[in-house]
Each structure stands twice: as C-alpha cells, then as structure tokens.
C-alpha cells in the first residue's frame, strides 16, 4: 500500500461512519422490521458514494434517519425522439461478478486476481479485459492485466472510481487533485486538468462522457460529492452548466440521457428525488421522489433504484424511463440484499444474505416477474451488514 497508517485508520473510521455500522448484528426480530426498509443512497453504484465514503467525509445530513418529505416540481418532459431511438441499440455488457479473489466475466470464464488482503470496495472491468481495482484500506487505485496479476498502482485522493457508460473508461481523482481516465487498449491512464477543491468538501468524479480520452476526446464531469460543479478535460475545466442544482449520478450506455439526484429538501430529509436528464433536449425527462440512485441497464432501457443503510440494500427496483415501476424485489424472510447487478438487460443479478446465519447466493431476477434462479450458493459467508461476499461491476 502506499498511504501510512494514519491514513489508513481514518478511511476505515469513516467507512463505518458512513456505512451506519451498529455494534451488535442484527437479530432475526430486528429483521422482520427492517429488512425490508433498509434505504439506499448510490453514486455512483453503486455506485460509488459508498467507495469514495471510505477516505473522505460525508455530509452529516446523509446519515440522518430523518422523514422523507418530497418536494413539488413540475412535470417533466417526456424523452426525445434521439433518446428514444438510441437506447434500442447501444449496449454495455452484463455484470462480472467478484467473489473474494475470484472474478467471473459475463461469459463465465474465471481469472485469480492478486488482490491484497484487505476487501475491494469497487472495481470495473474493462473491455481490455483488465480490471481496476479499489482496495480498502489506503487510497490506492490498482489495475490488473487480464491475467490477474497487478500491473500499475496509483495514488488516489479519494478511494472512488466512476466507470464510463460503456465500461471501457475508468475515472479517479490523482493523489495531486488532477483527474484520470484509464481507457480500454490504453496502456496508461491520461491526465486531466485539475478541478477546483471546494471549501469543506472533496473532489468526486461524478460521470465520463465520450471516449477516446489519450486523443482529446472524453470529458468528466465532477463535483463535491453533493452536486456535480465542473466538466474536465485535457483542455482545462469549465462550469457544470445546466438550470438545475443536481449531482450525475449514471450515464444511459449511448450518452442521451443522464440520471441525476437532488440534494435534500432539509437537514430534516434523508434523500432528495431522483430524475433523468435528455442531454440534447436540456430537459428532465422524469423525475421521482419515491426511489434513489437510478442506474442504467446493459441497453438503456431501465434503470435500477435502491437505499442503502449499513451496507446493505432496500427498496430494490426496476423502472423503465418514465420511471414507472417494472420489477420491485424483496428477499425472503430474514435476508436482505447487499449487492445487485445484471445477468443481461431482462434480468437483475442479486447478492442475497441471510441475517441469522449469514448464508449468501447470488441469484438471477427476471424482469418479467417469473421466479428467481440461483446462480451460485448458498454458500457461508460474513456479516452482511459489514462484507459483501459477491460484488458486482455495473
């Protein structure tokens, strides 16, 4: 690792901070209340809020058990005739799964990573083949060739990595402040301009945009972790500038849309609403203040919505781009879901745990309601509330 143990101590103190980590586990009692209610709040998938919670801050209104009182807006906009068209065709591939050390590819073969000791707390799959990687425990990014095997480590300002709508980009903010973008077939990550560090907050990387970085190409939108402020690129840094106060969270696979939370009405109010953005429209399309963290599928056409409380997820769904609700999941009695992803663009892939005696399986949810298949287990796991035993890349 490169970051002492100072820095070390404080990362993990702030992962159980955020993470919202009780002393004593769950019993199956505490279940039959809470299972179902848990909330989840994503960046960046997921994705990523909770990553990048492990070397920095978050704002204490985040961590509030506070009520849910939504705002009023005006109806949005329905989605372009562009936006509309383009996700019918422009996809990303399922979700690899990451089991310990052992990562299975959306075609099923299996590679051994050389992961350190302490968990990975995100990771992406490039199209390459190599995989970067998020250890906890110092604010490292690593990246491992298709073998396996460490092939670069970089300092990092934050333990966070955002990954490109397609999954051939990976973005992180450089232990200088300057942004990253590592890209399929290019060896080395290229560097951005350097966007401001607001007062009392942090740099995030928020969403990439386009491709092509090492040739000019891409841009990456970051932020403070509340709300997205600048857009980087080689050339230098600009302004975020669109008619609303949000954060991206998620770009639709063929860059038409993007999906945005808002910042809490109050110090009272847990989450804001949620919506999506038609980039060439500069219009919301839909907007939701029942749901958070909307993520895209592999095609574009829905998207998936959690809460997150002590490292596990609640309120698991499913929407199509009115933000209607297509699929809703719940696990049995006495489990909860700690990870979720996608088998291909009909079916979630859910990481599923039993709270009393800490059986995991990673199961396929077919969006058209019919029954659950298990992919792999039940196999004995940790303490859901503090591990995953299977993680997913987006």
Do not use: K
Not at 64 to 84: K, V
Not at 138 to 157: H, N, W
Not at 171 to 187: C, H, K, P, Y
Not at 374 to 382: A, F, L
């Amino acid at each position: 690792m490169n970051e002492n143990s100072q820095g070390t101590e404080i990362g993990a103190a702030l992962e159980r901070e955020v993470s919202g980590l009780h002393d004593t586990p769950f019993t199956l009692s505490d279940v039959q209340g809470r299972a179902r209610g848990i909330r989840r709040r994503r960046h960046a998938l997921a994705a990523g809020a909770a990553a990048a919670a492990v070397a920095v801050a978050v704002p204490s209104v985040l961590l509030l058990g506070g009520t849910i009182d939504r705002t009023d807006a005006p109806d949005p906009a329905g989605p372009s005739r562009s936006a509309t068209e383009a996700v019918e065709t422009t996809s990303a591939p399922a979700s690899s799964v990451l089991r310990g050390s052992t990562l299975t590819r959306p075609d099923g073969t299996t590679t051994e990573l050389d992961l350190p000791d302490e968990q990975v707390i995100d990771y992406a799959l490039l199209g390459d083949g190599r995989v970067v990687a998020v250890p906890n425990g110092g604010r490292e990014i690593l990246v491992l060739g298709a073998d396996g095997e460490v092939q670069a480590s970089y300092p990092a300002e934050i333990n966070h990595i955002v990954v490109g709508a397609t999954s051939d980009t990976a973005a992180w903010v450089g232990a200088d402040g300057g942004v990253r973008v590592l890209e399929s077939g290019t060896r080395e990550p290229t560097v951005l301009a350097t966007p401001p560090a607001e007062r009392d907050a942090y740099r995030s990387v928020d969403a990439v945009l386009g491709s092509g970085c090492a040739a000019g190409g891409c841009e990456v939108l970051t932020g403070d972790g509340n709300t997205t402020l600048h857009v980087v690129s080689r050339d230098g840094v600009e302004p975020f500038d669109i008619d609303m106060a949000v954060r991206v969270d998620d770009v639709s696979p063929d860059g038409s849309l993007w999906s945005f939370s808002e910042q809490p009405a109050d110090e009272f109010t847990q989450y804001g609403c949620v919506g999506l953005y038609d980039v060439a429209a500069a219009t919301t399309t839909a907007r939701s203040c029942d749901v958070w963290g909307l993520s895209f599928s592999p095609d574009g056409r829905y998207v998936e919505a959690a809460f997150a409380e002590n490292n596990m997820l609640g309120d698991v769904r499913v929407l199509d781009l009115s933000l209607e609700t297509v699929l809703a999941y719940e696990p049995d009695d006495g489990h909860v879901v700690s990870r979720t992803g996608w088998a291909s663009p009909d079916a979630l892939l859910v990481s599923a745990a039993g709270l009393q005696d800490n059986q995991w399986s990673l199961l396929e949810v077919p969006l058209d309601g019919g029954e659950p298949t298990t992919v792999e287990g039940p196999v004995q796991g940790g303490n859901p509330e503090i591990e995953a035993e299977f993680r997913m890349s987006r």
